[in-house]
């Protein structure tokens, strides 16, 4: 599962048909998290009789295979909409803090679930639930307790932006959201989205400067004077795929 | 208009008469954006008849010279507090969020436009608005769609800090606020002002770092004992121009 | 007292038997901040006899000194949990952002009260506190004011997480929370303390690298078959000390 | 060709029975650099008819992958002899600074030629060269000139550490000193590639930080006292495959 | 003279006719640095009568300025050759680690005088100078002592990388090497220097990223197929002005 | 050992008669290195009987500790010349690293020994060996190998900037740059040293920018009119101490 994900949003970058995803739970929760029997099976969590050395060397590089399976969402440059509902433990917030927006239904609860396995989250939470949300006080609070919380609490502190009465309720909204997005120029939207996770992780003035080079490259489309004849005839655009 | 702006803040930055700026808008909206017309005749939004690279070339220091305009705020080391009423469009965000303290009244909605022209916003938002505001999903939602958030979902995310019944509420608050900051030390005020900015964009080591050096030359300052001795006289202290 | 909080925290983080902090005061109120009068004794604002390049040298240093008293408190690696009641000033905000979770009284405020005394704040507030609360408008309008906040404020704008109805209701509490924290695996919980620290300083991807060699490293430990048993078992497990 | 090293140097990375690898020419020259012909037909070097900003985003992605393939010869941990004889030109200079060691037979030759095809270097050299070299002035004459720098040039300036007669030379050699690594301590040997790669990077703090973390997990090896042992017998070592 | 400096160069960034500049000295010896008189009456050596954290603000501000007329070489985009003859003062180095190549004669010497007047060298040489060159033992002792250092020593740690017999025959030969480069395609040597200076401040792997992003522009120019062209066919290209 | 090291380069920092250090060793050879009786003693090559997660992470500070010990060095602010003769294995390397002027005596060698005994080196060289010589070929060769490198080829290579013909001809010579140091402005000293050091770790603008508050704090000094005074009257200044 974890390879299909990073596949699949390997295969959404370059594929002109996609402009935007939803990723949204089938089951009766949206996800338990990291299968623990599948983990072990993998050598994840490790026995130790061998060299631990050599043992850690190679755990080393197969957390950074899973970490870039999650990874895969940011930078598949399309915006990822994730919907959670009911139950979202553990690898699923590292799972949902790599999408862009976060809706969730009234029943949703996210938990940080991985002290409870004794080991410090390892595939994103850390990095980027602080820097999604706006109440590090509340980000630590759940990471070191490992307690749920609900939904209005998401709300609250930052973590989602919309909460919707049930499941139904959410995917009709979040497809009203994605084909808003998918009927935007592809140009700019992959644009706003690259420079976005740039800009996170450098100084103002870094991204600025990143910003001004894409911009350079970018501008030379024709969806802006597309997008601006339609500005002026009030007739809505439409824009080639990517 | 951008040129204007920028000599307004480097002035700002040396003239000791001022302490603090009010930045409101005095049309019936705050900013409608850039202006396309003007763009397109300045060439920044380009048709593509000569060398792409030659044109990029230039392009790019021209956004860069665009920016610097916005980022003038920012550098002039002096609060800056935005009063946004009405409509605040594309480049007003950038603008808006490149002030210290945004206050905005009742009516006021904000707009990441950039999207509906065909561009990524390239002159601060994708910098500077995660940075301001707790919630990123929302700013996500915002950047993508161009849709309008009022001023209770601005205060909501954390776009701005107070909402106001009207504009002349707004000023005569802002006013208020813009004199408290003025009459204090303005080595103290000036300095919180570059240090946070300094600070932003650094690991919090290396924050502290350079805030310890700036406070080896600014606590050799007549405010400090000024501040002090009112502080146990109770008389407000008045402290000399910059 | 500075030294003593850097010793305090020194011990805290080596010392096999905490596995959990409350930071709370006994007096009046949590804390007034730095002493004037003892800093001017040491020289912290100081007067200007001598060669101002050597005094600030020496000056420089000693600021750095009382950064690292409070920096210990990030640093110890186990969570600190500060319960503030009634006054916060100054240098209180920077001890109470150093600690991970910051709950508060109902007659708690807040006040960055260094523009008051004619400095920027500069042993972490400016540093913490906008990376910690998701309102940077409210962050500057604060720091350039030194106006008190009270604890909705602090709770609406992200300063805290929760608020208390006195402190003998937030002792309780945040007992209660340390408790539950104290009986979590501590190789997992000082290994979530260290990578959030690490992941604020750093791009996403950096955090990630790190995080991946210290799993390498951590997943070595008994608590997570232990953790995975007693998940199975449905029995609490019991942790050995770090 | 770009495919295969990356697969190959991927390889390497995990398979135990490598422990050193010679990248050394069989050909005329050591490599004649990126062939245009191919890159061409692949649309590396683009014609402009389609829409600019979405070929270039395809094309931003290509150059990506190709700088992948090269810096995979870093990542792959295991020490990396280049052996350049005769001519090394264009991306052949990517990939020799991407390599740990670099030695030259007498008729060695480099040239950084992409400006004499209109390009910057992209796929490393500029970014590497700098970093190995102790004289960046002979760096920018060499990379705003495309001339040519023979053996001895290249060892005065710090490109390579040896120059050898011939290939034949060279390559014993080469392999003489590949044995000397690979008698050594794996876990010793790619501890130190790695952590080499990562300082070059960062701070030396920054540095020194991940290194005690590597080393925290790296000295639970029983390579440690299986040297310690062979120092005091005087007895060479013999150390399990990684 | 540092206005001058900083417009001139401003000027040749966006001058097409210019690919390459050459800066020697006319007179005696090739700077003597800071002028001490001149720099007295504008208060960079300041006394101390006033408010020392006001005059500390604008002598920052000050310094700043200064900085920027020797980065403005840097940042000009195009290849700058110092030919230094005789000597060659304080800021003298400063200005000369700005330029791209270092030529000198053999007379030439070079001093990092800036201790000799109670100062730390503040426009560029305790940045940049450890930078372009390869012995930082050497650096730091020339930089304590600011005792001279001849062509031959220059050259051998790396400081220069030719050294010619006199102004004349280092002219002639500087003008050669200019020649040389304005014959290339402006497109790719402004982007070799672009893209080097931007490398030499990141990371390799922000270095690639950067480059991809500015191949993705520039290799959208006629001057690849040009550059093609004269290669299969063995004549001379010509390139359009940038 | 360790801890004394430390301590006397703490004690440095602040004295005011000590303006430059001279280390040398006054045994057979400079320094064999990190005694591994000692290590093996204070568990720093552990054997694994007890939970790996925990005996790591007080491995982790340990390591961070001996390298904080040779970081005084660096961070004492005042010069330090090392001068080695014969021998300098593993942690004398770390050592030497660290001190900002490296003689040697032609007898002298230099051996990188880490991994031999199984480890990477971890207190300094794998961090600061490169940054101070200029050819990281060379660098790795010895790192892979730790083969003996001789004084000639350290000089060659750039890791030492002179070679005396044996330690009495080197005291003499160093006592001589060090009194050459201890001579001048002790402010300018110190102030280069310290900006040195913090613009090695960052970008050019970067060092630039701390530079220039620096410059504001420390023009403040009687240094600059006695230098200048003493260069207008040809009298040796004599400096007050730091």
């Not at 402009?19 to 050598?43: P, Y």
């Not at 939470?125 to 307790?145: C, E, M």
Request: aromatic fraction near 8%.
């Amino acid at each position: 599962m974890w390879k299909g994900l990073k596949e699949c949003f390997t295969i959404v970058k370059t594929d002109p048909d996609v402009r935007c995803v939803i990723l949204a739970g089938r089951g009766r929760i949206f996800t338990a998290g990291l299968d623990l029997k599948q983990a072990q099976s993998e050598g994840l969590v490790s026995d130790d009789k061998a060299d631990i050395a050599r043992i850690g060397y190679y755990h080393r590089i197969k957390v950074l295979e899973l970490q870039d399976c999650i990874s895969a969402i940011e930078q598949c440059d399309k915006p990822v909409i994730a919907l959670i509902h009911s139950g979202c433990f553990g690898a699923g917030v590292d799972l949902a803090t790599a999408c862009d927006i976060r809706f969730c239904t009234q029943d949703a609860f996210f938990t940080v679930k991985e002290v409870d396995i004794g080991i410090a989250a390892d595939v994103g939470t850390l990095q980027r639930l602080p820097k999604v949300v706006g109440n590090d006080s509340w980000v630590r609070d759940l990471a070191y307790t490992a307690r749920k919380a609900g939904a209005d609490e998401a709300l609250k502190f930052g973590l989602v932006s919309k909460v919707f009465e049930n499941r139904e309720e959410g995917l009709a909204k979040s497809i009203g959201v994605a084909s808003e997005i998918a009927s935007k120029s592809p140009v700019a939207v992959i644009g706003t989205k690259h420079v976005l996770n740039f800009s996170r992780d450098h100084s103002v003035r870094e991204g600025l400067e990143y910003n001004a080079l894409w911009s350079a490259l970018m501008h030379h489309t024709e969806d802006i004077p597309k997008a601006v004849m339609s500005f002026m005839t009030k007739k809505k655009p439409i824009f080639s795929k990517l």
